[in-house]
């Protein structure tokens, strides 16, 4: 059964906790779920420390977090979602086409064969809903499209892990 | 696909543990909290000045016997809202809401087919302002803003002061904006003019277009608004105007609490101009600097946060928060009220007291809605909902709400 990533069943982190303590817990697994998104390890380290510098922030008002370990997730996807955004739009603006065929840097390399074709909206669609346990809306909030869409892109990945095409 | 968690799990447990301890983040966090330090180090002498200021003010006005009169400040807890159109559901007027409580219509009553928009509090919420369009038996050509003393439940009592602008069309675009001392309003119609409240001609500080939402600056003594592609600064003193900054669009401008810079939203020049940043000027010198959002951030409808730390705008439906100094950006997680599937927010405006932004947005699920909602500032707590969710807000735009900080 897939595990909702950070803390199980939304359980309300103690007062008394401390940040030293979350950070321990979350930020192996925080950075590794990045890292399957990104496929670039000085990104996954970037958006890790962006959202336990924000929680870090917020600590104080934790109480006030049903699931802080689902919140760090939450700042996470949020700024991964802006760098897909971005990236796309550079993308677009440099008239560059994207790349057909995987990528073969050192980083991704770490990546199974068969992740390595996809995109990291794909790659994502099925870290949060295969690995993670977000339902299609779930997931279709934290990257900021309609669910439909991650039905398509979950359909694209599979499709992809089978040998065809990995648009989208 | 079980097979594919495996693979996933898999190279999760190959990628190998995070290279960062947290020693590395606490380095970062007093790199940033430094920052914020001196930020608040300069803010704090802004402040001494100001009151030092303030207090060689009052002690001038008891020395010459001058009574001081500054009302205190205070809020009245209330959000306004219009709708507008016939034959939806809600009727179309002027309501008030706040949590917890059902809508009350305040202006309009049924049949009587007047159409009130662009309501707004005076800034110690004891009065109303909106504009009167045309309505049945009433005559074409003519608009009027109404200014009405409200109780404390925000209805109107009293006898109402209506201002007549002569307009070609229904008035759509005439929004009257209340002095910081809530003395006066200004508003845009073939130039740019100032009334008194309480009675007194509308006097005419320059002529001319003036476009977007005018914003009074924090000292009542200048007037911004775009013309022409600038942004523009009129004196009210004397109808002196300053056209500080190109390439606008005729947004909103807002000030910084400080009366220091302005912020405007102006295209970003980099893919022939339909993407946009957000442009701080710097008032005394009239330069101005542009907080890069990047490219697929577009800045709308700046809002400056009371505190001055923050500018809210809109971008694709979600809330983002730029720091005006650093260009540190921010994004609030989506806006899921009434249900899971999130709002797109087309508009934002802060509470006084800075603390949650009253949003304006699309609900698409089931049906096609419109809503108000509050949103706490840092992004914790659930969203608040306002009003009802309805197609009747099918013509209201971001000139149509204003409130007055609501308990949550």
């Given at each position: 059964?897939?595990?909702?990533?950070?803390?199980?069943?939304?359980?309300?982190?103690?007062?008394?906790?401390?940040?030293?303590?979350?950070?321990?817990?979350?930020?192996?697994?925080?950075?590794?779920?990045?890292?399957?998104?990104?496929?670039?390890?000085?990104?996954?380290?970037?958006?890790?420390?962006?959202?336990?510098?924000?929680?870090?922030?917020?600590?104080?008002?934790?109480?006030?977090?049903?699931?802080?370990?689902?919140?760090?997730?939450?700042?996470?996807?949020?700024?991964?979602?802006?760098?897909?955004?971005?990236?796309?739009?550079?993308?677009?603006?440099?008239?560059?086409?994207?790349?057909?065929?995987?990528?073969?840097?050192?980083?991704?390399?770490?990546?199974?064969?068969?992740?390595?074709?996809?995109?990291?909206?794909?790659?994502?669609?099925?870290?949060?809903?295969?690995?993670?346990?977000?339902?299609?809306?779930?997931?279709?909030?934290?990257?900021?499209?309609?669910?439909?869409?991650?039905?398509?892109?979950?359909?694209?990945?599979?499709?992809?892990?089978?040998?065809?095409?990995?648009?989208? | 696909?079980?097979?594919?968690?495996?693979?996933?799990?898999?190279?999760?447990?190959?990628?190998?543990?995070?290279?960062?301890?947290?020693?590395?983040?606490?380095?970062?966090?007093?790199?940033?909290?430094?920052?914020?330090?001196?930020?608040?180090?300069?803010?704090?002498?802004?402040?001494?000045?100001?009151?030092?200021?303030?207090?060689?003010?009052?002690?001038?006005?008891?020395?010459?016997?001058?009574?001081?009169?500054?009302?205190?400040?205070?809020?009245?807890?209330?959000?306004?809202?219009?709708?507008?159109?016939?034959?939806?559901?809600?009727?179309?007027?002027?309501?008030?809401?706040?949590?917890?409580?059902?809508?009350?219509?305040?202006?309009?009553?049924?049949?009587?087919?007047?159409?009130?928009?662009?309501?707004?509090?005076?800034?110690?919420?004891?009065?109303?302002?909106?504009?009167?369009?045309?309505?049945?038996?009433?005559?074409?050509?003519?608009?009027?803003?109404?200014?009405?003393?409200?109780?404390?439940?925000?209805?109107?009592?009293?006898?109402?002061?209506?201002?007549?602008?002569?307009?070609?069309?229904?008035?759509?675009?005439?929004?009257?904006?209340?002095?910081?001392?809530?003395?006066?309003?200004?508003?845009?119609?073939?130039?740019?003019?100032?009334?008194?409240?309480?009675?007194?001609?509308?006097?005419?500080?320059?002529?001319?277009?003036?476009?977007?939402?005018?914003?009074?600056?924090?000292?009542?003594?200048?007037?911004?608004?775009?013309?022409?592609?600038?942004?523009?600064?009129?004196?009210?003193?004397?109808?002196?105007?300053?056209?500080?900054?190109?390439?606008?669009?005729?947004?909103?401008?807002?000030?910084?609490?400080?009366?220091?810079?302005?912020?405007?939203?102006?295209?970003?020049?980099?893919?022939?101009?339909?993407?946009?940043?957000?442009?701080?000027?710097?008032?005394?010198?009239?330069?101005?600097?542009?907080?890069?959002?990047?490219?697929?951030?577009?800045?709308?409808?700046?809002?400056?946060?009371?505190?001055?730390?923050?500018?809210?705008?809109?971008?694709?439906?979600?809330?983002?928060?730029?720091?005006?100094?650093?260009?540190?950006l921010d994004s609030l997680p989506g806006v899921a009220v009434p249900d899971p599937s999130p709002l797109e927010i087309h508009a934002v405006d802060w509470s006084p007291d800075g603390q949650r932004l009253l949003a304006f947005g699309t609900d698409y699920q089931p049906e096609l809605a419109y809503c108000l909602v509050s949103i706490a500032a840092d992004g914790l707590g659930d969203p608040v909902l306002i009003s009802p969710v309805t197609i009747a807000f099918y013509y209201t735009g971001p000139s149509d709400f204003d409130w007055q900080g609501v308990p949550t």
């Open positions: 059964m897939a595990t909702r990533g950070p803390s199980d069943q939304g359980v309300v982190m103690p007062l008394s906790a401390s940040f030293e303590t979350f950070f321990e817990e979350h930020k192996d697994r925080l950075f590794g779920v990045m890292f399957l998104m990104t496929a670039n390890r000085q990104d996954a380290e970037e958006l890790a420390q962006e959202a336990f510098l924000k929680m870090w922030e917020r600590w104080d008002s934790v109480g006030r977090i049903a699931d802080p370990g689902a919140y760090v997730y939450r700042i996470a996807l949020n700024a991964f979602r802006k760098r897909v955004r971005r990236a796309d739009i550079s993308r677009r603006l440099t008239l560059r086409a994207p790349s057909s065929t995987p990528s073969a840097s050192e980083d991704s390399l770490l990546l199974h064969e068969a992740l390595r074709v996809l995109t990291p909206r794909q790659r994502a669609a099925i870290v949060l809903t295969e690995l993670l346990g977000y339902s299609a809306i779930e997931a279709s909030e934290a990257l900021g499209v309609k669910p439909s869409t991650i039905g398509a892109l979950k359909y694209q990945a599979r499709a992809a892990l089978k040998g065809g095409p990995a648009d989208g | 696909m079980d097979d594919l968690r495996e693979i996933l799990e898999q190279d999760l447990s190959r990628v190998g543990p995070a290279a960062f301890d947290l020693e590395e983040l606490t380095t970062k966090r007093e790199g940033v909290r430094r920052k914020r330090r001196v930020q608040a180090g300069i803010l704090g002498l802004v402040v001494v000045t100001i009151l030092i200021g303030l207090l060689v003010t009052a002690l001038r006005a008891v020395e010459t016997s001058e009574p001081v009169t500054t009302p205190p400040p205070r809020t009245n807890g209330w959000v306004v809202y219009s709708i507008l159109g016939r034959g939806f559901d809600e009727p179309q007027g002027i309501y008030v809401a706040r949590p917890g409580t059902d809508p009350k219509r305040i202006v309009g009553a049924a049949g009587d087919g007047a159409r009130g928009f662009c309501p707004s509090f005076s800034p110690d919420g004891s009065m109303l302002s909106y504009t009167e369009g045309h309505g049945p038996g009433q005559p074409p050509g003519v608009v009027k803003i109404v200014v009405t003393a409200v109780d404390e439940f925000a209805v109107p009592v009293g006898s109402a002061q209506r201002i007549e602008v002569p307009s070609r069309g229904g008035g759509r675009g005439l929004c009257a904006q209340w002095s910081p001392d809530g003395t006066a309003l200004a508003y845009s119609d073939s130039g740019l003019w100032v009334v008194p409240i309480g009675g007194g001609d509308a006097r005419r500080l320059v002529e001319g277009p003036i476009h977007g939402t005018l914003a009074w600056s924090p000292d009542g003594t200048t007037i911004a608004g775009t013309s022409s592609g600038y942004v523009v600064l009129i004196s009210v003193d004397d109808g002196e105007m300053r056209a500080v900054q190109a390439g606008t669009y005729g947004g909103s401008v807002s000030w910084s609490p400080d009366g220091r810079a302005v912020a405007v939203a102006v295209k970003d020049g980099s893919d022939g101009g339909s993407d946009r940043d957000i442009a701080v000027i710097d008032i005394e010198r009239g330069t101005s600097r542009v907080l890069p959002l990047g490219p697929g951030v577009t800045g709308n409808e700046p809002d400056w946060s009371p505190d001055g730390q923050q500018i809210a705008f809109v971008d694709e439906g979600s809330i983002h928060l730029v720091d005006p100094d650093t260009g540190y």
